[in-house]
């Protein structure tokens, strides 16, 4: 035995306290806005079900972890244990390594054998100090139980294959260990399917393992039962796992994503039929033919190689340049040494990195979106972490062979310790240094005060609308775990993770709509309609178009980082809080604070839109105020436009007293788009005419008639229910009061 199991434990212990003890220096003490963090958080504490497929196992295990009396609040013991997960994950991957060195070191010198272990030690902190591993053992996400769950699995198919070579040689001795460690594979890869889905890239490298060796050593036939139960506890795992969604799902928790309490209901949700339906490839609707051409894109030979450099530049990026080096020479070390296992490590690595970040793309970077494209690896690419987990095992193994060649060459003891010291220095130093402001997150408050900015303001019993998913779990957060103003009545696009409250709330919306833009048409029209105080966050260009907000139905007021939504321009516009600019302002910029640029980017988006609004309204000193704001955190085209011309998007509408059009004038306009058979305009304003007067019989009968002429009835169906469910909450007589009568 290379090193005695009590000083193997020990050693892993040590690293375990060692960086448990940083991740909970750099843990998060509030949500951070991170991925679907905020989600997690939110429906962790209610013990609802996330977004498909619900993760049930991360939702239950964080429940629990937080129970534990660690202090603080709730997001900040949630994200310890992101910190917890990812410190067992680094200890583990010690294990890992040392169990395959052991493979061909048995016998050697004291000082050899302690450079050996250094060096998988100095590997295991290059990935501990990597930028997406370090950011994401900071802040809970699915990430960390899922890359505990890779490494585990990893080292119990490598302890099966130990100890199948060693019955091999030594006629069945310890049989029934060979059986433990299959089994326990099995349990781990089905354990890791029900939590995170592209945890089957790791089923190539355990079958590759485990059908080489039954073939290679002739031991296929003796093998069968054993592979049919094997299949058969990873299916029950991964059933078992996910049928506590059934539980989950029943609590009817505010924040919890529906599905139909049943069995078709629960697979649609464990196969994440909700995303898979709503994929478009172009103009083309969703079918059976072009399923997999959704998700993968089709087979672009030139994209997959134009990926492999920007995909290994990324990695020199989240490791540092010794870590992409260390992987590299690992690999071939490990090929040198033992085939069989470079060929398992590589197959697991490969499919879980290098190929999946070929089928997702990696984003062009320049001037122009560098910042853009960080984002995009930092969050939307954060499932490239299994496979940057993986390929830590070529960093150690790297390391473990750049260590040995340094002390077979230098014959002075003294230099050799020397030298390895600069290197881990320099490897380790590397890391804390450029990845210091990415994964210490304990002065990160950006979400939370962002959604705090935006509700603290609102008047009592206010209609909050959200567009977009990373505000809206922010404010999911604040009010549903912090209690922080539950009087605003807070709806977002997605009506899926709302759906209970909405139930609870059925005051609030006309009809439940299963489409997006006329669920956000009927919130808006609805709640304007009975008089109610409603604002929109996170609002694209695009949406406020469509919505025809400004240009012919209702009118957006600044409001802070929020926009009031009003049929008639007041005499009074509230006085705008910058508190969250200027303290973004105040804070240093790092390339690497990926959920910091986001903000800046919402901040950057609300002072332009109230430069226009101001500019709009004639009152060019705020509108200037507001162009100065955008312009302190990156340059705007608009900005200085309102800044050298203040009067440059003045609109007479927007005089005080000026009101929105009537929604007979959208009607006028559906009749001469129709008869000169244009369609796509008409459909567009029958929407915008129903956001003004949603139960205006004409206008909803049209709409109703124009989805049976293009074949949808069920679409039609929703429209005459409307008008039956609505004429009467809807009155004209008993609107504004806010109240139905």
Known sequence: MFLKAGKKCLIAVLIFLLSFGLYYYSAARTNSGYGDSDEILTTSYLLGSAHPPGYPLQIILTKLFTSLPWGGSYAFRANLFAGFLHSLTLACLFLLCLAGLEFWEKDEDKNGKKIKILGIVF????????????????????????????????????????????????ENKKKGKENFYFFLSCSLLGIGLSHVQTFILMFPGFLGLFIFSL?????????????????????????????????????????????????????????????????????EEMTSQNFWKAYWGGFDLVKYIDTIPKYFSYVADHFNWIGLLLGFLGMAYL??????????????YLFSGLFLAMLMGVPDCDQNNHQGCRLEIGVSHRQYLQGEVLWAIFICFGAVYLFEIIYRKMKKEINVWFVISIIISLGWGIGLISHWNMGVNRNNSFANDFAKAVLKDLPQGAVLIASGDLPSMAIFYVQEVEGFRQDVKFFTRNRMIKKYFMLANQDYYGYFFDNATEHMVDLIGFNVNMGRDVFLVDFSTEDAVFLGLGEGTYFTIPYNYSFKIVDEIPDQI??????????????????????????????????????????????????VEQAKLALAFRDSQIARQVILNPEVFRNERYNVGGKVFEASYYL?????????????????????????????????????????????????????????????RLRKEVRKDGEIN
């Open 123 to 170: 590997g295991v902190f290059i990935l501990g100090l990597s930028a997406l591993f370090w950011l994401y053992a900071s802040v809970l996400e699915v990430f960390s139980l899922n890359n505990f769950l890779t490494i585990v699995t990893a080292w119990s198919g490598l302890a099966w294959y130990k100890s199948f070579i060693y019955n091999f040689e030594n």
């Open 215 to 283: 073939v290679y050593y002739k031991k296929w036939k003796e093998k069968n039962w054993q592979i049919l139960i094997g299949a058969l506890i990873t299916v029950i795992f991964f059933v078992l796992i996910n049928l506590s969604l059934f539980w989950l799902n029943s609590r009817q928790a505010n924040v919890s994503w529906w599905f139909e309490q049943s069995w078709s209901g629960w697979l649609f949700q464990v196969r994440r039929g909700a995303y898979a339906r709503k994929f478009v490839i172009g103009s």
């Open 335 to 348: 090929f040198s040494k033992n085939k069989v296992l470079a060929g398992y490590f590589l197959l697991l």
């Open 668 to 728: 006028e306009k559906v009749k001469q788009d129709l008869q000169k058979g244009n369609n796509r305009d008409a459909y567009v304003n029958m929407y915008l005419g129903l956001m003004l007067d949603p139960v205006n019989e004409e206008l909803r009968k049209l709409l109703a008639n124009f989805y049976v002429q293009i074949g949808n009835p069920e679409r039609a169906e929703t429209h005459y229910n409307y008008l039956k469910i609505n004429q009467d």
């Open 574 to 623: 509230p006085i705008i809080n910058h508190d969250l600019s200027r303290k973004l302002l105040e804070s240093k910029i790092n390339n690497k604070n990926y959920i910091k640029s986001v903000f800046i980017e919402y901040a950057i988006f609300a002072h332009i839109n109230n430069a226009k609004l101001y500019s709009s309204m004639g009152r060019y000193d705020e509108a």
